[in-house]
């Protein structure tokens, strides 16, 4: 396996539509999650949202491929709930059955999530230490050459006016693939200088853990 791939031939796609929301009984504790979905029109490779889910929190708005399914269940390639909390009620899960290519992207920012951080200090000690708390949300930021009626940038600035997430795929060229949901603030700014071209940004706050693919 090579030590590093490169940043080139990267194709990032913004979801465009989603078909095929289907209510969901029963999400299973396993090294890859069972979600029962009874009636749900997917096919193996599907990249799927879970949504709404109650109990199982750790689980909403994870974006993952089936990696196989029955009349009654899918199973989501890759998403281990063996350590979620246990599945109550509720929740939905759909299909992503369009994406839009996103043609402008000049970089791909995802800076590691940190965790917050409390200082301790004791009066019988002379050094203080620290305690890691909740970790901040994951985001990403790109930079994009702005055109307000190219169709990929028509769907970010809809996403960012209805304040409501959309799935996100990334593929690199050596066939790694990254899936996220995401909330977007972009597609609406513009700037520049005299004699280059106009630019705009991009921001997605994750909105439920990222998923990694191989291929």
Same mark, same amino acid.
């Given at each position: 396996?090579?030590?590093?791939?490169?940043?080139?031939?990267? %194709?990032?796609?913004?979801?465009? /539509?989603? /078909?095929?929301? =289907?209510?969901?009984?029963?999400?299973?504790?396993?090294?890859?999650?069972?979600?029962?979905? +009874?009636?749900?029109?997917?096919?193996? $490779?599907?990249?799927?949202?879970?949504?709404?889910?109650?109990?199982?929190?750790?689980? $909403?708005?994870?974006?993952?491929?089936?990696?196989?399914? =029955?009349?009654? /269940?899918?199973?989501?390639?890759?998403?281990?709930?063996?350590?979620?909390?246990?599945?109550? +009620?509720?929740? +939905?899960?759909?299909?992503?059955?369009?994406?839009? !290519?996103? %043609?402008?992207?000049?970089?791909?920012?995802?800076?590691? *999530?940190? *965790?917050?951080? !409390?200082?301790?200090?004791?009066?019988?000690?002379?050094?203080? +230490?620290?305690?890691?708390?909740?970790?901040?949300?994951?985001?990403?930021?790109?930079?994009?050459?702005?055109? *307000?009626?190219? &169709?990929?940038?028509?769907?970010?600035?809809?996403? #960012?006016? #209805?304040? @409501? @997430?959309?799935?996100?795929?990334?593929?690199? #060229?050596?066939?790694?693939?990254?899936?996220?949901?995401?909330?977007?603030?972009?597609?609406?700014?513009?700037?520049?200088? &005299?004699?280059?071209?106009? =630019?705009? !940004?991009?921001?997605?706050?994750?909105?439920?853990?990222?998923?990694?693919?191989? &291929?």
């Amino acid at each position: 396996m090579a030590i590093a791939f490169l940043m080139t031939n990267v %194709q990032v796609d913004v979801q465009s /539509n989603t /078909n095929n929301s =289907t209510s969901i009984t029963g999400i299973s504790k396993a090294s890859e999650a069972v979600v029962e979905c +009874t009636g749900a029109n997917f096919a193996v $490779n599907d990249v799927v949202v879970v949504e709404s889910v109650g109990g199982m929190f750790q689980i $909403n708005n994870i974006t993952a491929r089936v990696k196989s399914k =029955t009349a009654a /269940n899918v199973t989501l390639e890759s998403i281990d709930s063996s350590a979620f909390s246990t599945f109550t +009620t509720g929740g +939905t899960i759909k299909r992503i059955s369009a994406w839009e !290519s996103l %043609q402008r992207a000049t970089n791909f920012n995802m800076a590691e *999530p940190q *965790p917050e951080k !409390s200082t301790i200090r004791t009066i019988h000690s002379l050094e203080s +230490t620290e305690m890691l708390g909740v970790t901040s949300p994951a985001a990403v930021d790109m930079n994009i050459y702005a055109d *307000p009626f190219a &169709s990929d940038v028509v769907e970010l600035r809809k996403a #960012a006016k #209805a304040q @409501t @997430t959309r799935a996100f795929r990334v593929t690199f #060229a050596n066939g790694y693939k990254l899936y996220f949901n995401a909330l977007v603030s972009g597609g609406r700014g513009i700037q520049g200088e &005299s004699g280059q071209p106009a =630019t705009g !940004s991009l921001n997605l706050s994750l909105q439920g853990s990222e998923t990694w693919y191989q &291929s």
